[in-house]
């Protein structure tokens, strides 16, 4: 241990472990990657503004949670806590929209950041694989997107997630619902700082999770009775495309999540095994985002899956991911010139594309073959000086414990047809 740690809230990520999140990664990538979006990144920090007027400026991310800070030149920046404000940042910028080629269909993995209060699940640095498809309204765009995260899952076999879904409405419907349901709340009897946010964000108090706030909200106004008939049907819609694809879903009038923007289709997906952080991702439409950041109209929507999270219900449901083995030859020399022929048999292993090992540091023929067993290879090379002077190699197959010998030169072409 050094004199430091990780920073509270944080963690590393360390073999064999950090593989899952590697794996994790791939898997929920790789549907993106079929369907026709493209690869972004973008700055871990960004002008504060960006997120202040993109994310909210009534949300906790916004107003508790953000790491700020003010360079030397004077810019006021932010590490990111979300992606979705940097990603139509970037696409705006880059004019990906103009290309003539919408929806910009765009996926992006890494690091975020909020100042949060640590509990299992929840850190103040986490990944997210995430999704953007910018420009175009159409619910098939919203069910494609549900539909390919439920895909990734299953595809690392997750089973016990359960996605929620819901309509927030859109700039027509949602005043109308929102000043209904204030001035129910205002006769509630509720605290001083549930009172403000009823007037900043009176939807975010439905989320309340206290049992006492819940009980006065059993008769509260709901809206899917306020929804407008143009996003009533653009829900249906969404709802019909996901039920023809086979995907289940609850409908779930309380999901108003924790970020300004939606508006129309918002969903999460929850998984049962992880106790109260239980939301591996979310995501939903945000038709306004756009001109909020100074850009044009452009309707958009997407998601954003937690990498920590999803290893966690992994875990928690006790599925083992059929992770490559990282080390397929393990080659064991004994003594000065082996060490210098197996180093080069290693090297044209590896050029042939098989993932192979060392045992470096000249150790005794015990410790170099415990480090064969722990590296998983499916065969070791071992060669002492009577070998050599033969012209072979003892190649031993650890999974049966068979052991020969094959000449030096054809080690390498021996191994390669063995692993197929
Ligand atoms: P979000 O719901 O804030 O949405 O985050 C998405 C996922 O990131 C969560 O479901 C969770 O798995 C993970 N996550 C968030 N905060 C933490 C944390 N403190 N520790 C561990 N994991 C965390 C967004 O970020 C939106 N940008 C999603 C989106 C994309 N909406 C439209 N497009």
Redesign the pocket.
């Known amino acids: 241990m050094s004199t430091f740690q990780a920073p509270k809230g944080t963690y590393d990520l360390t073999p064999p472990r950090s593989a899952k999140f590697l794996a994790v990664r791939e898997a929920i990538s790789a549907p993106l990657r079929d369907s026709g979006y493209g690869y972004i990144e973008t700055p871990g920090f960004e002008n504060v503004e960006l997120f202040a007027r993109g994310v909210g400026e009534s949300t906790d ?1 916004v107003t508790k949670e953000m790491y700020t800070l003010t360079t030397k030149g004077g810019d006021q920046l932010a590490l990111r806590p ?3 404000a940097s990603v139509l940042r970037a696409a705006l910028e880059a004019n990906l929209h103009k290309a003539g080629n919408l929806p910009v269909k765009l996926w992006y993995s890494g690091s ?1 950041y ?1 100042y ?1 209060r640590p509990q299992a ?4 640095h ?1 990944s ?1 694989v ?1 999704a ?1 498809a910018i420009g175009t309204e159409d619910p098939a765009l919203d069910a494609e997107l549900i539909i390919l995260a439920d895909q990734a899952y299953r595809s690392l076999g997750l089973r016990q997630f359960r996605i929620l879904l819901n309509s927030l409405g859109d700039k027509e419907c949602r005043p109308v619902y929102r000043e209904a349901l204030q001035s129910f709340l205002r006769d509630l009897d509720l605290d001083e700082e549930t009172r403000r946010r009823i007037e900043i964000n009176p939807l975010r108090v439905l989320d309340d999770k206290r049992a006492d706030v819940q009980k006065q909200l059993t008769d509260a106004p709901k809206l899917r009775d306020y929804l407008c008939d143009a996003c009533k049907a653009y829900h249906e819609e969404v709802r019909a495309l996901l039920t023809a694809a086979g995907v289940a879903f609850e409908d779930d009038e309380k999901l108003v ?3 300004d923007y939606y508006t129309r289709t918002t969903f ?2 929850v998984h049962d095994g992880l106790g109260s ?1 239980s ?6 439409r ?1 038709d306004g985002l756009s001109e909020m950041i100074g850009g044009p109209e452009l309707p958009s ?6 990498v ?3 290893v966690l219900a992994l875990e928690a449901e006790g599925v083992e991911l059929d992770l490559p083995a990282t080390t397929s030859v393990y080659a064991v020399p004994l003594g000065e010139e082996a060490r210098r022929v197996l180093f080069g048999v290693v090297t044209e292993l590896r050029r042939a594309g098989i993932a192979a090992d060392f045992a470096f540091g000249g150790r005794g023929l015990k410790g170099a073959m415990k480090s064969a067993n722990r590296s998983g290879a499916r065969y070791t090379l071992v060669a002492g000086e009577r070998d050599l002077a033969e012209g072979v190699v003892q190649l031993k197959d650890m999974e049966s414990g068979e052991q020969s010998a094959v000449p030096l030169a054809e080690a390498a072409a021996e191994l390669a047809k063995r692993l197929g």
């Open positions: 991310i979300e992606g979705t975020y909020r949060e699940g929840r850190y103040r986490f997210q995430g953007e999540r924790g970020l999460e997906f952080q939301a591996v991702g979310g995501g939903g945000y929507v997407g998601w954003a899956l937690g920590d999270r999803t």
